[in-house]
Each structure stands twice: as structure tokens, then as C-alpha cells.
Nanobody
Framework: QVRLEQSGGGLVQPGGSLTLSCAPS????????IGWFRQAPGKEREGVAY????????TYSDSVKGRFAISRDNTKSAVNLQMDSLKPEDTGVYYC?????????????????WGPGTQVTVSS
């Protein structure tokens, strides 16, 4: 088990950028696969980005491909989600999640550890 802390998020205009960060309260995330999920009001939680623990292979949902980038910040043992060209439909609560193995990346039930969530609002 690892406790995850999140930072970033907030209000941004369409076309703007935000960076979300996910860091462990202790130890390291190097031994975990990390997924970023989001949940809009009235909708199910959906996976948007993923980085594998074995080879740092990344995967994105079609809705964010080319606009979002997930990466490991090894200095801080954090995983960041850079979000560019934001759209109103990107609005929601964003969660990071950690799995010790190689989960079905966009299935929330395969992750054991979750961050508290952070609100992202894209609006003019």
C-alpha cells in the first residue's frame, strides 16, 4: 500500500494548460504502474493516461491523445500529467492511482491505491 498525494489543478480557460502531480507520502513510485483517471459530474470514472512500471511505456485515451503527457519525475519520485490545449469537456475531478503490477490500465478496479482527487475546470 502506498498513500498518494496530489497537487495542481484549478480553473483554466479553454486552450490553456495545467500540470497535475502525484507523489507518494513516503518511499517511491518507481515500483508502481500509475494511471490518471477523471470523473465528470454524472459520469463514470474514466482512464486518461497510464505509465507502466516495467518500461515506462505510456498509454492515453483517444480523447486526450496528443494533448496530455504523463511522465515520471524521478527527482521527486512523482508522476506528472501535463495537460495542454484543454477543452471544457476535460472538466472533472482528476485522480491518480497506483498498481503494483501491470493492470488493465483503464479499469479502476485494478488499482489498489488512490489519490484524493483534484478539481480541474476548463471554462471561459
Amino acid at each position: 500500500q502506498v498513500r498518494l498525494e496530489q497537487s495542481g489543478g484549478g480553473l483554466v480557460q479553454p486552450g490553456g494548460s495545467l500540470t497535475l502531480s502525484c507523489a507518494p507520502s513516503r518511499l517511491t513510485l518507481d515500483n508502481y504502474s500509475i494511471g490518471w483517471f477523471r470523473q465528470a459530474p454524472g459520469k463514470e470514472r474514466e482512464g486518461v493516461a497510464y505509465i507502466n512500471r516495467w518500461d515506462d511505456r505510456v498509454t492515453y485515451s483517444d480523447s486526450v491523445k496528443g494533448r496530455f503527457a504523463i511522465s515520471r519525475d524521478n527527482t521527486k519520485s512523482a508522476v506528472n500529467l501535463q495537460m495542454d490545449s484543454l477543452k471544457p469537456e476535460d472538466t472533472g475531478v482528476y485522480y491518480c492511482a497506483a498498481a503494483a503490477g501491470s493492470p488493465d490500465w483503464n479499469d479502476p478496479t485494478e488499482y489498489d491505491n488512490w489519490g484524493p482527487g483534484t478539481q480541474v475546470t476548463v471554462s471561459s
